[in-house]
């Protein structure tokens, strides 16, 4: 039709085209109109000199009539030829009205009912759907009310019947226990009594009648020690003395040390020590699954581990170390952790965070580190750890006195760090109970891991605020205390043998500290290595650890030992610690060089770390070798310092050792993550799908506490659809081709900066949890199957509002498929910012994104160089989508329109399936990297 004017007109015996038919020039033939369209013949207007409603000039020459139609092309060129909008055209030849209670679009062979509800007057063009609209957002904002409240409903409902049995069975415990003490004592009342009548009998009576009596009290007491109510409180001391006669002294670091405070220090071993045995024979003999059982059973053994504190505060001190080194007690493997000339230096930099430090932690006792800021404590904590990255290690770790990885006992460790990083959005029961599913044995009984639950929450004092929510910066939780001791408690769930905690007590009051240093102080006595980092704790807390580590500037050891050597150490080299003075807040400020030593003193603050390996016979730094000598150590004769005589690097020099140590940490960072170490804590841990069940619980209940912003959400997806029907209209000329741009970048944009939150909000978490063991893929899967919930309904609140203001012919499942499609794509694009981005730049990428993308998709039809790159845009495959699902529901007269649009388009008519599966492949694609990009986040 582009060459029509070179086509050489006809001016002799022409004959008019008939009625129902239509005659291109140049053709010596008619051409039936097609279906919808409507081609009566022409009649002449002799003011403009046209054939209407044609508009065509008659041919030059006589007796030249008006016949049927010229032309049948696109609607913009012969919209004449289209049977108009408001009637139908049963034949090309026929047009009728449309009748009350029916509606006709252009290009219509019949007309068509109303849908219920919709009332349409005559001549109607379309139907108004409105109605329909309302009906779908009404029933859908119903549909979330009830989801949303059922759920939260159920989970109320559960939570107060697990409330009320453990309410329950905490009352039954104690009533029983208050029964047991009654009768202890009514027996003890009676066997003083009966001492008492034995003696007044034995002054009455012979030799004979004694033994008679003594007899009969004899039955007495066998009668009461076999009472259903007795108890075996009373244990045999001396049995337990005898069982350590021979173990006394050993040397074996799988027993835990003793500490050196005697009876009073240890008082309470008995939280741990009877009934380990009696506890798994109760669990075999007796199925214990109701929660009201199980609470019984849990509550039943911290009254008896109370008990057992309160009995075993008068045994002997060689009975206490029996018990506490017993294979009974010994249900956690211990772990001690020696260091040998431990150095760490920076990679690129050599500069020394520790230097030569060699001693040893021991299980069973708590270690506190301290010294001034910028002492490396916590440096040397995750160097023990083997958390430390980016750094050249020299020296030796050893576990249990081989040279072996402590990540091979990555399910026994614990590390608490400084900063709370707990879930604010859980209760702090859900905190602990989450962690410990997770992370103890999965051939530990249900009833066993709620024991250790209810035992951590009532030894670090959180019974009362345990169905609280831990609370974030935006909404209001527990106190700051609280929180940090979930934040211990997380780690203490897990029954750990070795335990790390850096600055536990920092921010807490004394009364808090305290508290939280008796609930370590009982981990301990279960033979849990505990090392921590403090920061100048009171004189009280301060004498509650077993052992101390002082650090100077420089990562240089001044004391390892005791702390109560301490200040016999310190006195002996002539620093004594003046009267109502901290003694840590005295060593710290004399390190700090705040505080000068007596006068009497002669020894300079930065000789104390040498005196400290003078004194241990420890390994010299060379640096330090001829301060030795002139203190008149052997080893330093002959030394020199060798950084006297260092010269300046070069540029080019220092250039090539940060790209080097740049390439070492990222190998570090590689072979930490990626590479798995050899397991030896002989504790098998749930695989990934019952880590995914765990996660799907714990983010539902999270999705359900955050309906509120899930409601905004979809309110702005609300508007956003109303406001883009009433601008936009689904046009005939292009199939809507330019409505669905802005309903691509409208999708794309409020979609992907949600999807923002479901992992930028805690990466922290995920961190300290991925760290301790819990699958990074189970974590991922969880979240990512929670929100298809959103992808699943965010669809349908935008096309309630925009589908039934622009009332395309192509179907609501039509639109709603490909709008699932773009939001699953998106919201994997949003994981991978959210995971590999910080807040701020991923926000600005996922708003220049779709807009970016959305522009070179539209734009390519006029740049043949962006083709190949809008081919891996997904706004093109989903404006393809849409464009091709309208398409298809134009027929008939629409053919030759049709296929001009879509061949100037680029699409093809039978590719609509293809490109919902392209979009859902984007969406695959963004996911693996997204998970990829999880797996090699750190904390900075």
Request: charged share 20%; proline share 4%; glycine share 8%.
């Amino acid at each position: 039709m582009e060459n029509t004017q070179g086509i050489p007109a006809r001016t002799s015996e022409c004959k008019t085209c008939c009625e129902g038919f239509f005659c291109p020039q140049g053709l010596t033939c008619m051409m039936p109109c097609p279906l919808g369209s409507y081609c009566p013949l022409a009649t002449f207007n002799r003011t403009t000199a046209l054939c209407e409603p044609y508009n065509y000039e008659l041919p030059p020459g006589r007796n030249h009539t008006c016949g049927g139609a010229n032309i049948w092309a696109d609607i913009q060129s012969s919209r004449q030829v289209f049977c108009p909008a408001g009637s139908y055209c049963p034949t090309t030849t026929e047009r009728l009205p449309c009748d009350n209670g029916h509606y006709c679009m252009t290009g219509s062979t019949s007309q068509t009912r109303c849908s219920k509800l919709i009332s349409c007057k005559g001549n109607a063009a379309e139907q108004n759907i409105h109605t329909y609209g309302i009906m779908l957002i009404i029933a859908l904002i119903a549909l979330l009310l009830i989801i949303y409240n059922f759920s939260d409903q159920v989970l109320s409902i559960r939570e107060r019947r697990r409330a009320r049995n453990r309410e329950r069975a905490a009352r039954s415990v104690q009533q029983t226990e208050r029964v047991r003490a009654r009768w202890k004592l009514a027996k003890d009342v009676a066997t003083k009594q009966a001492g008492k009548l034995h003696a007044t009998l034995s002054r009455r009576f012979s030799q004979r009648n004694h033994s008679e009596n003594f007899k009969i009290l004899h039955d007495l007491d066998i009668q009461e020690d076999t009472s259903p109510l007795s108890t075996n409180y009373a244990g045999n001391s001396s049995e337990v003395q005898s069982s350590l006669m021979g173990s006394e002294g050993s040397k074996d670091p799988a027993r835990p040390h003793v500490s050196e405070d005697g009876p009073q220090h240890i008082g309470k071993l008995g939280l741990e020590i009877e009934g380990k045995n009696s506890k798994e024979k109760v669990l075999k003999e007796k199925h214990i699954r109701t929660d009201s059982q199980i609470f019984k059973y849990a509550y039943a053994q911290i009254e008896k581990e109370k008990s057992q504190e309160r009995h075993y505060e008068n045994l002997t001190f060689s009975g206490v170390v029996s018990m506490a080194t017993g294979d009974e007690m010994n249900r956690r493997p211990f772990i001690e952790v020696g260091f040998k000339d431990l150095t760490l230096t920076l990679k690129g930099q050599k500069r020394c965070l520790l230097q030569c430090l060699t001693g040893k932690i021991m299980p069973g006792r708590i270690t506190a580190v301290m010294g001034p800021s910028g002492a490396g404590k916590t440096t040397f904590m995750t160097a023990l750890a083997g958390k430390e990255t980016g750094c050249r290690k020299s020296g030796l770790v050893l576990i249990n006195g081989k040279p072996e990885s402590v990540h091979s006992y990555k399910k026994i460790v614990g590390f608490v760090p400084q900063d709370d990083v707990v879930h604010g959005n859980l209760t702090v029961e859900e905190n602990l109970r989450f962690s410990a599913w997770c992370r103890l044995s999965t051939k530990m009984p249900r009833a066993e891991k709620v024991l250790i639950v209810e035992r951590v929450l009532m030894n670090l004092g959180l019974q009362e605020v345990r169905d609280s929510l831990v609370g974030t910066v935006e909404k209001r939780g527990i106190s700051g205390g609280q929180r940090k001791r979930v934040n211990v408690g997380l780690e203490m769930v897990i029954e750990p043998s070795l335990l790390f905690l850096d600055e536990p007590t920092s921010g807490l009051d004394s009364s808090s500290s305290r508290l939280l240093l008796k609930a370590l102080k009982h981990e301990a006595l279960a033979g849990v290595n505990i090392c921590m980092v403090v920061h100048q704790p009171s004189y009280a807390l301060f004498k509650m650890f077993d052992d101390l580590i002082l650090l100077a500037k420089g990562g240089l050891m001044v004391y390892h030992g005791s702390v109560r050597h301490v200040e016999e150490y310190f006195g002996g080299l002539g620093i004594n610690v003046p009267e109502r003075v901290n003694p840590p807040d005295y060593y710290i400020d004399i390190l700090e060089g705040l505080v000068e030593p007596s006068q009497s003193c002669s020894i300079n603050y930065k000789d104390l770390p040498l005196r400290w390996m003078l004194h241990k016979g420890y390994s010299i730094p060379e640096d330090m070798q001829s301060r030795a000598a002139e203190l008149g150590n052997p080893q330093g004769t002959g030394g020199e310092s060798t950084g006297s005589g260092s010269e300046l690097q070069s540029f080019t020099a220092e250039m090539w050792q940060d790209v080097r140590g740049t390439v070492e940490r990222r190998r570090d960072h590689i072979h930490h993550y990626f590479f798995k170490q050899k397991d030896l804590a002989n504790r098998r841990t749930p695989g990934i799908i019952l880590q995914y069940k765990y996660f799907l619980g714990r983010i539902t209940k999270q999705r359900l506490r955050e309906a509120k912003l899930q409601a905004t959400d979809y309110l702005i997806l609300l508007l956003a659809g109303a406001c883009l029907g009433a601008i936009t209209k689904i046009s005939d000329t292009d199939f809507g081709a330019t409505g669905y741009t802005y309903t691509i970048i409208a999708i794309s944009l409020l979609c992907q900066i949600a999807a923002l939150r479901t992992f930028s909000l805690d990466k922290l978490q995920y961190l300290r949890e991925s760290a301790s063991g819990i699958s990074s893929l189970a974590h991922f899967l969880a979240k990512d199957t929670v929100d298809h919930f959103n992808t699943l309904i965010k669809p349908v609140v935008f096309l309630s509002m925009f589908y039934f203001f622009t009332n395309p012919r192509s179907t609501f499942l039509d639109h709603y498929i490909v709008l699932i499609g773009l939001v699953y794509c998106v919201t994997g694009m949003g994981y991978a910012f959210a995971i590999f981005l910080n807040p701020g730049p991923a926000q600005l990428f996922s708003v220049l994104l779709p807009v970016c993308m959305t522009l070179i998709a539209s734009q390519s039809l006029r740049n043949d160089g962006l083709k190949g790159i809008a081919n891996v845009c997904y706004p093109k495959w989903a404006m393809e989508a849409l464009v091709i699902a309208n398409a298809k529901r134009y027929y008939g007269v629409w053919l030759i329109n049709r296929c001009g649009v879509l061949d100037k388009l680029g699409y093809n008519l039978h590719a609509w399936k293809n490109c919902v599966l392209i979009l859902i492949a984007f969406g695959l694609v963004s996911r693996v990297i997204a998970f990829i990009s999880l797996l090699m986040i750190r904390k900075k």
